[in-house]
């Protein structure tokens, strides 16, 4: 087994969570730190407007993160399950089909949201005297997704046979390198949002070729070739099956942020910065979290294919423990030194602050209570149940949202009042998560049983199929 892996099967749940989730906090940790940074420069040198521009587009763009990021569960779920049940070439197929398909899927995304891009800003009424930044940076953003698609799908095969820790060095390296450009692009060329943009690219299409080289190098433990890619239908449908109702959750969470965005950017260009800097904040207590839950769904995929039920039941509990406890900490964190923190974005922009502080006490304080929500969503994905939490948060966030900055906030026009729509959509769909959770899980164990009960009634062909070694080995 690779040195870097983590053995989910054995030993003490809470230890191997531990083990394998803190790469991950680590991970989207130095992810938000680098963006951070990015914030920083561009809106010390960027030029006036420069920040604001590109806070313009991040409701957009972490639409489409968290989108694809979806689909890249589906990648996590059905190879952490192959590997689980010591399937190497079930496992080596899903491996193969998922790169090919994240390339083509993330080729085709680009070219057609490029069409709407223009359009989707106009329509979200960004400020006129950012809207030219804010539209090219956007664009620039668009070329990265298929080196995203690429990289996630990549980083998700090694998660899904315990290795968190290559890609957190794969990001290290990408995300340095992007300091290092956006320091010569924005204060050296003097390149503006151009230079930000054009340093994200570069950046995110270094880090794909380097999960790639791990995967495919010869030698490598991975043992993945050029030439077997091809789509597996089965394997394609496995994914999607449940990557796309994942996507679709964390986008329909993403595209909230739209219709709110669109009222933040109606009370001008200082209250965008201010939102812009106060998103920095927000992507610590929140990286943080769902970094945590993508190592639950890992874990509780590799036990489910190894049927150890019991075993993924401790591991919902434990996650839940670590999820709200960390969203606490590090969102009171934020809550306490939040108007030194907000003054690293916009140094003596009081008026932008005071923007950002509103967003941060009503957004970061109570944090925590996204932490039981994002506990059950990921604990279901481990167990390739997809759809109903899809429904639930699509309803509960996206639905719930659009309706307060529709009839709440023409009443209580600011940032406060506004983000507090965050909390209470989390609580509705906490209830309603929480009312069919075990029903679903029971149902998804009776069927898993029911197929292995199928399986084994049937004689066995000769052969071990590519059965893996003892995950316990070292």
């Not at 994200?200 to 790639?212: D, E, F, G, N, P």
Request: proline share 3%.
């Amino acid at each position: 087994m690779n040195r870097k892996a983590v053995d989910l099967l054995h030993g003490p749940v809470l230890g191997k969570l531990l083990a394998f989730s803190i790469p991950l906090v680590l991970t989207q940790w130095l992810q938000t730190l680098f963006n951070s940074a990015d914030s920083m420069i561009v809106g010390r040198w960027g030029g006036e407007g420069a920040l604001a521009s590109v806070g313009a587009t991040f409701s957009l763009n972490l639409l489409i993160i968290c989108f694809f990021g979806g689909l890249a569960a589906g990648v996590m779920v059905c190879a952490g399950t192959d590997w689980g049940a010591g399937d190497r070439e079930s496992f080596d197929r899903t491996a193969h089909t998922a790169i090919l398909l994240a390339f083509l899927v993330g080729l085709c995304a680009t070219v057609i949201i490029e069409l709407l891009a223009a359009s989707v800003l106009t329509a979200m009424h960004v400020p006129e005297d950012i809207r030219p930044g804010a539209i090219l940076y956007f664009r620039l953003y668009l070329l990265v997704i298929p080196g995203q698609m690429v990289y996630n799908a990549g980083a998700s095969i090694m998660r899904a046979r315990g290795d968190s820790q290559r890609p957190l060095i794969f990001l290290t390296i990408a995300g340095v390198c992007n300091v290092c450009l956006n320091l010569l692009f924005v204060i050296a060329f003097r390149w503006g949002v151009f230079g930000v943009g054009i340093a994200t690219v570069i950046t995110q299409y270094l880090s794909a070729v380097l999960a790639l080289i791990i995967l495919f190098r010869p030698g490598s433990e991975y043992g993945m070739q050029f030439s077997r890619l091809r789509l597996h239908k089965d394997k394609v449908f496995r994914i999607i099956r449940v990557g796309l109702p994942a996507g679709l959750q964390a986008s329909m969470l993403a595209a909230s942020d739209i219709p709110l965005q669109t009222c933040v950017n109606s009370l001008g260009s200082l209250a965008v910065a201010g939102n812009a800097a106060a998103l920095n904040l927000d992507g610590f207590t929140f990286s943080a979290m769902m970094s945590l839950g993508q190592g639950c769904m890992v874990f509780t995929s590799q036990c489910v294919g190894a049927r150890d039920f019991a075993r993924a039941r401790k591991v919902l509990w434990n996650g839940m423990l670590m999820i709200v406890g960390i969203g606490a900490v590090i969102g009171w964190l934020c809550v306490l030194f939040r108007m030194q923190l907000l003054g690293l974005f916009q140094p003596g922009n009081a008026a932008a602050i005071a923007f950002g502080e509103q967003r941060v006490m009503a957004v970061c304080s109570l944090a925590f209570i996204y932490g039981f929500l994002e506990s059950m969503n990921s604990s279901m994905r481990g167990y390739a149940i997809s759809v109903p939490q899809a429904i639930i948060n699509g309803l509960g966030l996206f639905g719930f949202r659009t309706l307060w900055s529709i009839f709440y906030f023409p009443h209580h026009q600011d940032l406060f009042h506004l983000y507090l729509s965050y909390p209470v959509a989390w609580s509705l769909c906490i209830a309603a998560m929480a009312a069919i959770y075990v029903p679903m899980v029971r149902r998804r164990v009776a069927s898993i049983t029911a197929e292995d009960a199928a399986r084994n009634a049937v004689p066995a062909d000769s052969g071990s199929g590519g059965a893996l070694p003892d995950n316990s080995g070292s």
